[in-house]
């Protein structure tokens, strides 16, 4: 008896494109629903070393919920490596500023920290408004 464990090429995988809105769906909850697709893991051929995952757009970024008082009191810090060159910003500002980029950081604290999980990263859209330029791909709605 020979048994085969059949394994995955990364020219066979199919990608699907799912559409998220975020009014209203708190932060974190969203960003690991998103990761989960982004690396492929609802799939039944998933791999650790393969990027099997699908597209996921992101409607409606600035309307995303946050529970307690995370918008005064989590803080998004960057340091420029010269002396003084350390930048904070609050969630809440941010959230003004470029509501993309929240969700953007969220989703990539939940992926890998390598080549793969950057390559996933790029499989993300998000949009602040409700309109997106992905028509021609059909996508789905993530349930």
């Given at each position: 008896?020979?048994?085969?464990?059949?394994?995955?090429?990364?020219?066979?995988?199919?990608?699907?494109?799912?559409?998220?809105?975020?009014?209203?769906?708190?932060?974190?909850?969203?960003?690991?629903?998103?990761?989960?697709?982004?690396?492929?893991?609802?799939?039944?051929?998933?791999?650790?070393?393969?990027?099997?995952?699908?597209?996921?757009?992101?409607?409606?970024?600035?309307?995303?919920?946050?529970?307690?008082?995370?918008?005064?009191?989590?803080?998004?810090?960057?340091?420029?490596?010269?002396?003084?060159?350390?930048?904070?910003?609050?969630?809440?500002?941010?959230?003004?500023?470029?509501?993309?980029?929240?969700?953007?950081?969220?989703?990539?604290?939940?992926?890998?920290?390598?080549?793969?999980?950057?390559?996933?990263?790029?499989?993300?859209?998000?949009?602040?408004?409700?309109?997106?330029?992905?028509q021609a791909q059909r996508p789905?709605?993530?349930?």
């Amino acid at each position: 008896m020979t048994a085969k464990t059949y394994t995955l090429r990364a020219s066979e995988t199919e990608r699907r494109w799912y559409v998220v809105d975020a009014t209203d769906e708190t932060l974190g909850r969203l960003a690991s629903r998103i990761a989960r697709i982004l690396e492929g893991k609802h799939k039944p051929t998933y791999q650790p070393n393969l990027d099997s995952g699908d597209f996921v757009i992101v409607l409606n970024a600035e309307k995303v919920a946050v529970t307690r008082d995370k918008r005064e009191s989590k803080v998004y810090i960057r340091h420029s490596g010269y002396p003084g060159g350390l930048k904070q910003e609050s969630l809440g500002h941010l959230l003004e500023r470029r509501p993309e980029e929240v969700i953007r950081r969220a989703v990539k604290g939940m992926l890998p920290r390598n080549r793969l999980g950057a390559h996933q990263l790029g499989k993300l859209k998000i949009y602040a408004g409700p309109d997106h330029p992905h028509q021609a791909q059909r996508p789905e709605p993530l349930a």
